[in-house]
């Protein structure tokens, strides 16, 4: 069930329209992501959605009310930001009940609540410690128990693990997974980071220049991108340039440079146009390699890297085109410089439409490179 419907929301800065128009359903309890790279419109989005940015145009829908007009500490939601903003002279207790005392709850369910909350993020022996005395995830879990503790329909989280390390931001998205599968508050989470949307969310919206290129579960948009952009953004990629010969509702005939050609399935609502360059999109673990020329296509070993969880190939095409291919071990009888064959898994490799704006963001942060 829709809990938030956004309805042709846009913003404009200095004249240029830098969201919109966005179009979305906002469902309860689910976990959505706001995934792109920096500058695409995602913050602005959410900022809109708590009321500290207003739209140039659109509607917010809740509870077949217009949000739009109404400010932030009127609204139902909260919000958790990357600095966290926790108050340096209150304790912990103090800072999650800050929002239960303004708003006059008793004392006792303010203690009962503000408990409550402590135990579920794992806080309950520093309740009495200071911020400045907490490490940075125990800090993240403060402003995460400050803002839910309010019990708000809609949580808003402004790249929260951003300032953490490595190790850290991985231990910590597993706790908000958690925590938001128990609580079943609906999270709208914004990131650069494709890996922590693929593992956290319910939902991915992919996004670039203010609008939404894609948007489906994780596996709908590893698997089944639907556009050049979408297909390099979320994990590792090969790109093969291919022309169209044939279009069906669900596959198409193409054929490569070399001349010969192959069946691949596409996720547009559009028709292709017979003779259109595209890109077969072939995931690395998705590829198999042998020696000699026999395969989907052939081309000369260019490279080779041990990656930890297996063996990384660089394969150079006759066009020019380099692919990478993923190998659980070592493939025998392979070295570099060797001609090699490589040829796609049954169902593997996606036709994608060449997309230009996919060009301007290939090296942002969050954009994850073959290497």
């Known amino acids: 069930m829709s809990l938030v419907s956004l309805q042709g929301v846009g913003k404009d800065f200095g004249g240029t329209t830098a969201l919109g128009p966005i179009d979305l359903e906002i469902e309860e309890g689910e976990f959505l992501t706001l995934l792109g790279p920096s500058g695409c419109g995602k913050s602005t989005l959410l900022r809109i959605l708590g009321g500290l940015e207003q739209p140039s145009r659109g509607q917010v829908m809740y509870g077949g009310q217009d949000l739009v007009r109404v400010p932030p500490d009127k609204r139902p939601f909260n919000l958790v930001f990357q600095n966290y903003a926790l108050f340096p002279h209150m304790t912990v207790f103090d800072n999650v009940a800050y929002g239960l005392r303004v708003s006059k709850t008793p004392e006792s369910e303010v203690r009962r609540r503000v408990s409550a909350m402590l135990e579920m993020v794992d806080l309950t022996p520093l309740g009495g410690r200071h911020p400045r005395l907490l490490s940075g995830g125990q800090q993240q ?26 190790q850290l931001r991985k231990r910590m998205q597993e706790e908000l997974r958690s925590i938001q599968a128990r609580l079943g508050t609906t999270f709208i989470y914004v990131t650069h980071a494709q890996d922590e949307a693929m593992s956290l969310s319910h939902r991915v919206a992919l996004m670039l220049h203010g609008e ?76 198999t390699i042998a020696p000699g020329q026999e395969g989907m296509l052939g081309g000369k070993v260019a490279g080779v890297m041990f990656r930890g969880a297996g063996f990384r190939y660089a ?30 898994l049954p169902g593997a490799g996606v036709l994608v439409r060449a997309d230009e704006s996919a060009s301007a963001i290939v090296d942002s942060p969050g954009i994850k490179q073959p290497a």
């Open 141 to 166: 879990r403060v402003a995460l128990a400050r803002a839910l503790v309010n019990e708000p329909r809609l949580l808003l989280l402004d790249e929260p693990l951003g300032a953490l390390d490595l």
């Open 212 to 287: 939404i290129k894609q948007i489906g579960t994780p596996f709908e948009i590893y698997r089944h991108p639907q556009s050049q952009y979408v297909a390099e953004f979320v994990g590792d990629t090969s790109l093969v340039p291919c022309r169209v010969i044939h279009s069906g509702d669900e596959n198409a005939e193409i054929e490569w440079a070399s001349g010969s050609r192959e069946f691949f399935p596409h996720y547009l609502s559009s028709p292709w146009t017979v003779g259109e360059q595209a890109f077969v999109s072939l995931r690395p673990e998705s590829i």
């Open 315 to 344: 394969i150079q095409l006759a066009d020019g085109t380099d692919i990478w291919v993923d190998s659980p071990s070592a493939v025998s009888g392979i070295a570099v410089g060797d001609t090699v064959g490589v040829s796609a």
